[in-house]
């Protein structure tokens, strides 16, 4: 059952990230990016999973190691491998080299009913061309449009029925975007920040000790609201 709805809530996310992340898109606002191609895949091959996470590894390798341990790549992959999430890969066109990618899932939790953002990475050549803002304002874009166009309301209204007042329950939505960041991330977090992100009501804070040192958590839970 989980299987079929995470299914079919991937379907609708791959098919609203076609429409809103295109090339000419890219080429518009991300002048100084190379010509690439995308691809979106809501199954990763072993190969892709391969490089997606020796990106990750590139970026971000020597944080997750300090917070997960020497192994963290193991439960890495199985994460990247969780059932309904939809990955958009960049590719150069002229190598195939991949340059970046994101990985997305629509979630319907108590709490929390957004398009959770895995990742985004960006190969280091290749960032500060404005394509990580392009992406991020993008994911708006995908959360308005999924909202708008009905079929997730319709899907989640089936499935969760004792949940809801009606199929026209105003909390039959997606109410924005979230995601994890690591607190020494400093420049993502920038980013976040920037674009309008603030910390979700379950992520984890700061503690102030006594002598007023700050101690942060290893990660944040952001959130953007989006109406
Ligand atoms: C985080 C990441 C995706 C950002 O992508 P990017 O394409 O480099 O981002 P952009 O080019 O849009 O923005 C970066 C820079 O452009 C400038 N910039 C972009 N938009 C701006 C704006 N509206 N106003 C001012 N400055 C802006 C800033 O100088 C910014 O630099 P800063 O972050 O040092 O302040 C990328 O750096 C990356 O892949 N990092 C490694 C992996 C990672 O940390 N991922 C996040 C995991 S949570």
């Not at 709490?111 to 061309?129: A, F, G, P």
């Not at 874009?141 to 319709?154: A, F, T």
């Not at 105003?170 to 977090?189: D, E, M, Q």
Request: aromatic share 8%; net charge neutral; charged share 30%.
């Amino acid at each position: 059952m989980t299987n079929e709805i995470e299914y079919k809530e991937a379907k609708i996310l791959a098919h609203t990230i076609v429409q809103s992340i295109t090339l000419d898109a890219i080429k518009k606002e991300c002048p100084t990016v190379p010509e690439i191609k995308i691809e979106i895949s809501r199954e990763v091959t072993d190969n892709e999973l391969t490089e997606c996470l020796q990106l990750l590894n590139s970026n971000l390798g020597k944080t997750y190691e300090s917070v997960n341990g020497k192994k963290w790549k193991t439960g890495k992959r199985e994460e990247m491998l969780e059932e309904g999430l939809v990955y958009v890969l960049f590719r150069l066109l002229d190598s195939d080299k991949l340059l970046g990618f994101m990985s997305m899932k629509l979630i319907n939790e108590r709490s929390l009913q957004v398009l959770y953002l895995y990742e985004i990475q960006l190969d280091e050549h290749y960032r500060n061309m404005k394509l990580g803002s392009f992406l991020m304002k993008k994911l708006e874009v995908i959360v308005k449009s999924i909202n708008k166009e009905g079929k997730l309301k319709k899907l989640w209204y089936k499935t969760y029925k004792d949940e809801y007042h009606d199929s026209n329950d105003s909390n039959l939505i997606l109410t924005g975007v979230a995601l994890t960041v690591f607190s020494v991330n400093k420049k993502a977090r920038g980013l976040y920040n920037r674009l309008g992100y603030t910390l979700h009501r379950d992520s984890e804070i700061e503690k102030v000790l006594r002598n007023g040192k700050i101690i942060e958590p290893d990660y944040y839970m952001l959130e953007k609201v989006v109406n």
